[in-house]
């Protein structure tokens, strides 16, 4: 069964298409990186798909519960609030920016939603975020707070707590371009390691290398289509589309 099926999605912000009919599959443990140029529709890709924005047609399913049908027209109706929320509890979002809580210490940044939205005993979940932070070789930052923390830290806090969720499937959204230089190293790694337990992940970036070490599958997007997809020793090695030639000669890649 895929995790995720999304069929023919377009999307518009007022005249300015932004997705144009993108259609792809992720199947349980597959690990796909979207790659393309700033402004090719990716941001609002993941965000269409985790409900942050609303689409205007296409067909999303995930974890084989229909977010999104076609009516007649063509147009996108959305399942009703319940199962919507459902969804929602099966899938993760890392943002570029972190976006922790600021007033909130690192420990209750993990357990906030487990405690909360799924009802978690309060210790049960801290004993997770304790595992979790250790996972991210943070077990000594729980009582920090967001301020204090490099933003390599804090973007692995968040992936922390996005897991502490426990979702079917992530998403990342160029988790390591805020990050200085040399900070990118030790979240790309947490990432790695989580695609070797085989977590199913969908990975916005601009690190190509990575993108081709990890990757089971390459989506390469331009103006909000999908240009080209596949193996990443394909994509990236023997690239059939001009447009992507084009884009991996600016990382050195082709
Ligand atoms: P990427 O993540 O690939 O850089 P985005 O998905 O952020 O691309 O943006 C794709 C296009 O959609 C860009 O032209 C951007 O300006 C536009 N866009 C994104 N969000 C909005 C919005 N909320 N309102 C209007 N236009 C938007
Ligand atoms: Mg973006």
Excluded: W
Excluded at 73 to 102: C, E, M, S, W
Excluded at 121 to 144: C, F, R, W
């Amino acid at each position: 069964m895929s995790i995720l099926s999304v069929k023919n999605l377009s999307k518009s912000f007022g005249k300015l298409e932004v997705l144009n009919d993108i259609s792809f599959n992720v199947e349980q443990g597959e690990v796909i990186s979207i790659i393309g140029p700033s402004g090719s529709g990716k941001s609002t890709l993941l965000r269409c798909i985790n409900q942050f924005e609303k689409i205007d047609s296409g067909e999303c399913e995930i974890c084989g519960i229909t977010m999104t049908r076609n009516d007649e027209n063509g147009k996108a109706v959305y399942a009703d609030n319940k199962t919507l929320h459902d969804i929602r509890l099966k899938i993760g979002l890392v943002f570029q920016n972190f976006n922790l809580f600021p007033h909130m210490s690192v420990l209750k940044n993990i357990t906030e939603a487990p405690v909360h939205v799924l009802k978690q005993d309060k210790a049960q979940a801290e004993q997770t975020a304790m595992e979790l932070l250790g996972k991210m070789n943070l077990s000594d930052k729980a009582d920090a707070y967001p301020c204090q923390l490099s933003g390599g830290q804090q973007q692995r806090v968040a992936i922390a707590r996005a897991l502490a969720m426990d979702p079917q499937i992530l998403f990342f959204d160029e988790p390591t371009s805020a990050l200085d230089p040399e900070l990118t190293g030790e979240v790309l790694k947490v990432i790695k390691k989580l695609a070797e337990e085989h977590m199913t992940m969908v990975i916005v970036t601009h690190e190509m290398a990575f993108a081709r070490a990890v990757s089971d599958r390459v989506i390469f997007m331009d103006g909000g289509v999908i240009v080209e997809q596949g193996d990443p020793e394909d994509v990236f090695g023997a690239p059939k589309m001009e447009r992507t030639k084009q884009f991996l000669k600016n990382y050195g890649q082709s």
